[in-house]
């Protein structure tokens, strides 16, 4: 039984040695074989792992999308009830209607008088179109970002399970949250903006030329013109010039602590740092520029009408003097921040700023913050602190 043993063994070794090629030929293809079948499965885990991840990641974008959808009703609300303050303040500021009262009474005779009022309703007029934009615009950011910061925590308690009532955000200090930033702005900031408008304007030497005892007939592509310069000198565009549209919006760092309604300081910091961010900055750039385009669009066609369709007779052609130019820029004005039945331009415009993708990608960035980075941001670059 040994001896057969030991000659099977030595036949199955001279076997081996005889067809050694073939034997490590076939070890290589098995150890390929199972390499390529695990290799297989991990790159379809890793497939569906992927799969899974872009599915979680698509459920959470249309989350996200509808309850911004819903926010913006609350937004929209909330930003129409500030308006009629808004007007009153910037119509204080800005009081066309004192000079034109004024001019109504004042004698004929005296004409030097009554050139120097037309010169000072002129600046009051397209100061308050501009200065309206502007705050207009302003307001419009300011309510939807301190809204969505608000909200954010009902997403999140939603997206969270298990979260206490206890780390909610106190009503009351929401309250105080909203009440004090726009106090400030309606107090401060736009008194500061409206003062810092008017003096671009009135160094601006075309709208300097343009005296109204001289300019008796304002061509359509010179008025564009015009209006485009002074949207230009308007614009904040240097890194002073956002610092100062900064300053219009919210309090400046150097306002001592206690100076802040308890509890409101975390909602600041976070304000503070929104509208320092590049998102925020493209969207106040876009949201001017898209109203300055629809404001000029709006008086453009109510000075030319004619140009709207085919002219039959050279004295369809309007040329409106600078006086009448005046009037129609405070009735575009008005109707920027009036709604009713029959007068939408306010919420038509409103609906328009708010499709704006500069304004999508700033609703985002407030929901979608990096965990990480905010967890390593020192707390010595917030507003404040």
Not at 62 to 83: D, N
Not at 158 to 178: C, M
Not at 319 to 331: E, G, S
């Amino acid at each position: 039984m040994w001896d057969q043993l030991t000659c099977a063994k030595k036949s199955l070794c001279r076997w081996a040695g005889n067809h050694k090629t073939l034997l490590v030929s076939t070890g290589v293809v098995v150890a390929c074989g199972a390499g390529a079948y695990y290799g297989v499965k991990r790159v379809i885990r890793e497939a569906e792992t992927m799969m899974l991840d872009s599915q979680r990641e698509l459920v959470a974008r249309q989350r996200l999308q509808m309850h911004l959808g819903r926010s913006q009703e609350e937004i929209k609300a909330a930003f129409l009830r500030f308006v009629p303050s808004l007007k009153t303040r910037l119509y204080k500021l800005l009081d066309l209607e004192g000079i034109v009262a004024n001019l109504k009474v004042l004698d004929k005779s005296e004409r030097e008088m009554r050139d120097s009022m037309w010169e000072d309703a002129k600046l009051l007029g397209f100061g308050r179109l501009f200065a309206g934009l502007h705050a207009f615009c302003q307001l419009h950011l300011l309510v939807h970002c301190e809204l969505l910061i608000l909200g954010r925590e009902t997403f999140h308690k939603h997206k969270t399970e298990g979260e206490t009532s206890s780390e909610s955000i106190d009503v009351h200090v929401q309250q105080q949250f909203l009440s004090s930033t726009l106090e400030y702005f309606f107090e401060t900031g736009l008194p500061k903006l409206t003062a810092e408008i008017e003096s671009r304007l009135s160094e601006y030497p075309t709208l300097q030329t343009w005296r109204v005892k001289e300019k008796a007939q304002v061509e359509k592509a010179d008025l564009d013109h015009l209006l485009r310069e002074l949207h230009a000198t308007c614009l904040p565009c240097s890194a002073s010039d956002h610092a100062l549209w900064h300053s219009f919006l919210i309090y400046p760092d150097d306002v001592p602590l206690e100076a802040h309604p308890a509890g409101v300081l975390p909602l600041l910091n976070e304000l503070w740092d929104i509208l320092e961010s590049p998102f925020f900055k493209d969207a106040l750039r876009a949201s001017i520029d898209c109203l300055f385009e629809l404001l000029t669009t709006d008086i453009l066609a109510a000075l030319y009408p004619h140009e709207a369709g085919p002219i039959t007779e050279m004295s369809a052609i309007q040329r409106p003097p600078l006086a009448k130019v005046i009037p129609q820029l405070k009735v575009e004005v008005g109707r920027l921040f009036v709604a009713t039945a029959k007068q939408t331009t306010l919420l038509q415009h409103w609906e328009t700023l708010s499709g704006l993708e500069t304004l999508q990608c700033l609703s985002e960035s407030i929901f979608v913050q990096e965990t990480d980075d905010a967890a390593a941001r020192p707390e010595s670059s917030w507003g404040w602190i």
